[in-house]
């Protein structure tokens, strides 16, 4: 029984880091973005990037749910690496 437990361990984990790997480039690319909002001359660029840059800001939101979602109950608080994603992302 032990074996199933540390295998669905080893499961969670693995999602837990591939959701933490897709919360960083998920906040990479709206840096990106946001980095070149309103910079272009035409306004239907402009408007193209604003809603780029919203839907990375969205699907990050949703990342980071299902992150949450899947930490274990009894960690009280965030582990440090998600804390740093959240702080650098202003939230």
Do not use: C
Request: aromatic share 4%; proline share 3%; no cysteine.
């Amino acid at each position: 029984m032990t074996g199933k437990l540390a295998k669905s361990e080893d499961y969670a984990r693995g999602q837990r880091d591939g959701l933490r790997l897709a919360l960083s480039i998920l906040l990479a690319e709206e840096a990106k973005w946001e980095a070149i909002l309103g910079e272009s001359p035409s306004w239907r660029t402009n408007a193209i990037r604003s809603v780029r840059h919203k839907a990375y800001q969205i699907a990050r939101k949703r990342v980071q749910t299902a992150l949450n979602r899947l930490l274990p109950k009894d960690e009280a608080a965030l582990p440090n690496d998600i804390a740093e994603m959240i702080e650098q992302a202003g939230l």
